[in-house]
Every structure is written in structure tokens, then in C-alpha cells.
């Protein structure tokens, strides 16, 4: 019996030896927790770490501006430089076309100085015994840090995805226009994890299911709410028996209210997006930076696998803004100083209600 004990508590050992460290977008947490990247290192941040593998994330959309767009593009495109397998279901006749607007990585810090070097090092003539440091450098230059592909990377908004990343790749895309059930849709979804099964300490990949605007009208089954419920149900299943992260996007005002709560109740990780007006004079003097905010992001709730304990965030409110009008960053909510001339106070209190529109926010 202690030589059975012996063998087990080893072999446990080498589980927890971390293969998934020479996997490429896939790192431990606590508690035995893998993360795969949000695609955002502010986000990953935020949420401790990613988004847990196993867990079902939901984000719930504005109808009045497309800002969880922003969220899929960078996890997508995050999955596919990690060359890890792709799901992507739209709403949308073509979803394929949808993979030409995927955002490019940023070079790092160190791959920005690299590439300066090498460029500097065409314009000058030196002694020839020194080009063959420019060539190592020059070497080490593949966006990648370490010789490794980083967990997190920057994205640039502004450019496409490079074709090699689409290349050779899992992806399968489908259109859920027109779609009458969900059957289908649960089958493709089910043969698509079967192809990442959870065996523990032998994890060689990870994929990624994304589904946007998962009740919008022009599914036929969007007024078949209880039959939507089933396959999230199912869905979530699925993947936490599986290497993979769920994705779901959904306009909550699209479904009845107590069908979005049970919906929001079956997320793992809950987020919601919203719209920031133009011309909202109040915000305007109440936070700093408002100029530069195209959004506003909400973490409603924060997936706990393989424990009870919650997490406690400093902030549930971000400002969504982009750097350099470039990359999405994400920053808390900061209040506007207060003008003493007028006498006025906005309150020092952590919540604060804004417009009607915006509800409220967190400090």
C-alpha cells in the first residue's frame, strides 16, 4: 500500500510539472488552473491571469455600438498565433470574411529595438567582424520573445492578420443565418472539442470557440429561447471536459429578462460592454480622460475553477481606450478633480451614477 501511495503521489508530481509550459499560449494559475489568453494583457490582468481553460465566457453586448467586436478580434487572433484550433461562428452569411479583419501583433519592446538596430545597421559601414552581432539579432527577430511566442501580445487594430496565420491552420467558421435549430450547430460544436479531450498533464494544444451575437434576429431559432438555453447548457458541458474557452457574445435585450439571467448565471466569466455618448457633459466632467474613452467595460463575474473562493476586484468598471489609436487598454475609471469655485461635490463615494445610459460606475 506505501509503495502504491509512493507511485501515485510521484506520478501526480510529473502531472504537475508543467508540459503546458512548452505549449504556447497556455500557462498555470493556482489551484491547478490553466489560462489561455483574453488577447488583451490588460483584461488577462484583470481577470488573474486569462481566461480559464475549461470555462464558458459570456459577454453581454451594446446595441448601440459593435465594442464587443473588439473583444473577439483580439482573442481570435491571439489563438491563432498560438496555432491553436478556431471555431468562429457568426450570424453573418460569409463569417469567413470576418477573418480579414483579425488585428496583427505589435512587436514587442525588445523585437522594436532589434528591428531598429537592423536598420541602422544598413546605413552604416563598419569593420565586417562586428555585422555577425547585427546577425544574431537579426535571427532572434520573429515578433517572438525569448526565441518563445509570448502569452499576451499587443494587436494593432489598424492591421490585418498576416496570411500565414490563416494558413494551415483548424479554423472552421459557420453561419448560424437561417438556422432553424441548434442541433447542428451543437454537433459541429461537439466534433470540433472531441478533437482537444482533457487528459491531465499531457496537454498539447488548446482551442477556441467564438460566437457572435449568438441570439440576433436573423437566426431562425432566436425566438426558441429555451431551446438557446439547452445548448449553453450543453455547450458549457462540453468544454469544461475539454481543452478548450467558450466565448459567447449576446445582445441581452434581445432575449427575455429571465432567460438573460439564467444565461449570465451559467457564465463562468461574465462581461459586458457599453457604448460611452458624444456628448455626455456630465461623464465629460466627471471622469478624466473621457475624450480618449470609446467604451466602457463591466467584469460582472470572474471564473473560479477548483475552488469556492471569490475573487474580489479593486474595480468592476474600465474605460476602453485605444493607444495610439492602435491597441486596446484597458484603465480605471479616475474622478475628475473637483472645482471648488462652484461649491459642487460629485461624491466620494466608490459608485457613482453617471447618465442613464451608462448606469453605474466604479472608482
Given at each position: 500500500?506505501?509503495?502504491?501511495?509512493?507511485?501515485?503521489?510521484?506520478?501526480?508530481?510529473?502531472?504537475?510539472?508543467?508540459?503546458?509550459?512548452?505549449?504556447?499560449?497556455?500557462?498555470?494559475?493556482?489551484?491547478?488552473?490553466?489560462?489561455?489568453?483574453?488577447?488583451?494583457?490588460?483584461?488577462?490582468?484583470?481577470?488573474?491571469?486569462?481566461?480559464?481553460?475549461?470555462?464558458?465566457?459570456?459577454?453581454?453586448?451594446?446595441?448601440?455600438?459593435?465594442?464587443?467586436?473588439?473583444?473577439?478580434?483580439?482573442?481570435?487572433?491571439?489563438?491563432?498565433?498560438?496555432?491553436?484550433?478556431?471555431?468562429?461562428?457568426?450570424?453573418?452569411?460569409?463569417?469567413?470574411?470576418?477573418?480579414?479583419?483579425?488585428?496583427?501583433?505589435?512587436?514587442?519592446?525588445?523585437?522594436?529595438?532589434?528591428?531598429?538596430?537592423?536598420?541602422?545597421?544598413?546605413?552604416?559601414?563598419?569593420?565586417?567582424?562586428?555585422?555577425?552581432?547585427?546577425?544574431?539579432?537579426?535571427?532572434?527577430?520573429?515578433?517572438?520573445?525569448?526565441?518563445?511566442?509570448?502569452?499576451?501580445?499587443?494587436?494593432?487594430?489598424?492591421?490585418?492578420?498576416?496570411?500565414?496565420?490563416?494558413?494551415?491552420?483548424?479554423?472552421?467558421?459557420?453561419?448560424?443565418?437561417?438556422?432553424?435549430?441548434?442541433?447542428?450547430?451543437?454537433?459541429?460544436?461537439?466534433?470540433?472539442?472531441?478533437?482537444?479531450?482533457?487528459?491531465?498533464?499531457?496537454?498539447?494544444?488548446?482551442?477556441?470557440?467564438?460566437?457572435?451575437?449568438?441570439?440576433?434576429?436573423?437566426?431562425?431559432?432566436?425566438?426558441?429561447?429555451?431551446?438557446?438555453?439547452?445548448?449553453?447548457?450543453?455547450?458549457?458541458?462540453?468544454?469544461r471536459s475539454s481543452?478548450?474557452?467558450?466565448?459567447?457574445?449576446?445582445?441581452?435585450?434581445?432575449?427575455?429578462?429571465?432567460?438573460?439571467?439564467?444565461?449570465?448565471?451559467?457564465?463562468?466569466?461574465?462581461?459586458?460592454?457599453?457604448?460611452?455618448?458624444?456628448?455626455?457633459?456630465?461623464?465629460?466632467?466627471?471622469?478624466?480622460?473621457?475624450?480618449?474613452?470609446?467604451?466602457?467595460?463591466?467584469?460582472?463575474?470572474?471564473?473560479?475553477?477548483?475552488?469556492?473562493?471569490?475573487?474580489?476586484?479593486?474595480a468592476t468598471t474600465?474605460?476602453?481606450?485605444?493607444?495610439?489609436r492602435r491597441s486596446?487598454?484597458?484603465?480605471?475609471?479616475?474622478?475628475?478633480?473637483?472645482?471648488?469655485?462652484?461649491?459642487?461635490?460629485?461624491?466620494?463615494?466608490?459608485?457613482?451614477?453617471?447618465?442613464?445610459?451608462?448606469?453605474?460606475?466604479?472608482?
Amino acid at each position: 500500500m506505501a509503495a502504491t501511495k509512493t507511485r501515485s503521489s510521484s506520478f501526480s508530481r510529473n502531472i504537475s510539472v508543467a508540459p503546458t509550459s512548452q505549449v504556447p499560449g497556455l500557462k498555470y494559475g493556482p489551484n491547478g488552473t490553466i489560462f489561455v489568453s483574453s488577447g488583451i494583457p490588460d483584461l488577462d490582468k484583470i481577470l488573474g491571469g486569462g481566461f480559464s481553460l475549461g470555462s464558458l465566457v459570456m459577454v453581454m453586448e451594446d446595441t448601440e455600438a459593435p465594442h464587443h467586436m473588439l473583444l473577439l478580434r483580439n482573442f481570435m487572433s491571439q489563438g491563432l498565433v498560438h496555432n491553436q484550433p478556431l471555431l468562429y461562428a457568426s450570424p453573418s452569411r460569409e463569417p469567413r470574411a470576418f477573418l480579414g479583419t483579425l488585428p496583427n501583433p505589435i512587436l514587442s519592446k525588445d523585437d522594436k529595438s532589434r528591428e531598429h538596430d537592423i536598420e541602422q545597421e544598413k546605413g552604416l559601414r563598419i569593420a565586417w567582424q562586428y555585422r555577425k552581432y547585427f546577425g544574431e539579432h537579426q535571427q532572434n527577430f520573429e515578433g517572438q520573445k525569448d526565441g518563445k511566442p509570448e502569452y499576451c501580445n499587443d494587436f494593432d487594430l489598424r492591421k490585418p492578420l498576416e496570411r500565414h496565420f490563416l494558413s494551415g491552420q483548424h479554423i472552421d467558421c459557420i453561419s448560424l443565418q437561417g438556422s432553424q435549430n441548434l442541433a447542428t450547430f451543437r454537433d459541429r460544436c461537439s466534433a470540433f472539442l472531441a478533437q482537444l479531450p482533457r487528459f491531465d498533464g499531457n496537454i498539447t494544444s488548446a482551442g477556441r470557440i467564438t460566437i457572435q451575437s449568438f441570439c440576433a434576429p436573423q437566426c431562425e431559432y432566436s425566438n426558441m429561447e429555451w431551446e438557446m438555453l439547452s445548448f449553453i447548457r450543453s455547450l458549457k458541458s462540453m468544454v469544461r471536459s475539454s481543452n478548450a474557452v467558450a466565448v459567447i457574445t449576446f445582445p441581452p435585450s434581445l432575449v427575455s429578462p429571465s432567460i438573460a439571467k439564467r444565461w449570465q448565471h451559467l457564465a463562468d466569466t461574465l462581461l459586458s460592454v457599453r457604448a460611452i455618448p458624444d456628448e455626455d457633459k456630465e461623464l465629460a466632467n466627471l471622469l478624466t480622460g473621457y475624450q480618449d474613452m470609446v467604451g466602457l467595460l463591466n467584469v460582472h463575474k470572474v471564473a473560479r475553477l477548483n475552488t469556492q473562493v471569490p475573487v474580489i476586484l479593486e474595480a468592476t468598471t474600465f474605460s476602453m481606450k485605444l493607444k495610439k489609436r492602435r491597441s486596446l487598454v484597458l484603465e480605471c475609471l479616475n474622478q475628475a478633480p473637483i472645482d471648488g469655485s462652484s461649491g459642487s461635490s460629485y461624491g466620494t463615494s466608490g459608485g457613482c451614477s453617471g447618465s442613464s445610459k451608462t448606469g453605474r460606475l466604479d472608482f
